[in-house]
């Protein structure tokens, strides 16, 4: 698990984040990025982003990755939307076994 997020690399630039949502384990999935993890999963978890994290109750985060620029995490994001369910399962359970909420450890 990851214990905190940076949102400066060490040369100054802005990190950028790919993230899934769940509403529960082996739920309904979202694929997002954001350039702001805390904030982004904050709006998710208040119900201030409309859609479908909302219409789903899907703001559980239950993985991510950190990436230096947001074109590759743009890239990734679009890459993984066209997995299939199964892999973006083992994805998450190979950094999240038990689909804990990973937003508490990202607050540190």
Same mark, same amino acid.
């Given at each position: !698990?990851? &214990?905190?997020?940076?949102?400066? @690399?060490n040369?100054? !630039?802005?990190q950028s984040? =790919?993230?899934i949502?769940a509403n529960?384990?082996?739920? #309904?999935l979202?694929i997002g =990025?954001?350039?702001? /993890?805390i $904030? *982004?999963i904050?709006? +998710?978890?208040?119900g201030f982003v409309?859609?479908?994290t $909302? *219409?789903?109750?899907a +703001? !559980?985060l %239950?993985?991510?990755? %950190?990436?230096?620029?947001i074109d590759d995490a743009? #890239? *990734?994001e $679009?890459? /993984?939307?066209n997995?299939? *369910?199964?892999w $973006?399962i &083992?994805l998450i359970?190979e !950094?999240?076994?038990?689909?804990?909420? /990973?937003y508490p @450890?990202?607050l #540190?």
């Open positions: !698990m990851h &214990a905190m997020v940076l949102q400066w @690399t040369n100054g !630039m802005k984040y =790919v993230y949502c529960k384990r082996n739920g #309904t979202y =990025v954001t350039s702001n /993890l $904030k *982004r904050y709006e +998710h978890k208040q409309e859609g479908f $909302k *219409r789903y109750d +703001h !559980m %239950v993985w991510y990755e %950190v990436y230096s620029s743009i #890239t *990734r $679009k890459n /993984l939307k997995w299939h *369910r199964k $973006k &083992a359970e !950094m999240n076994p038990e689909w804990e909420d /990973l @450890t990202i #540190t």
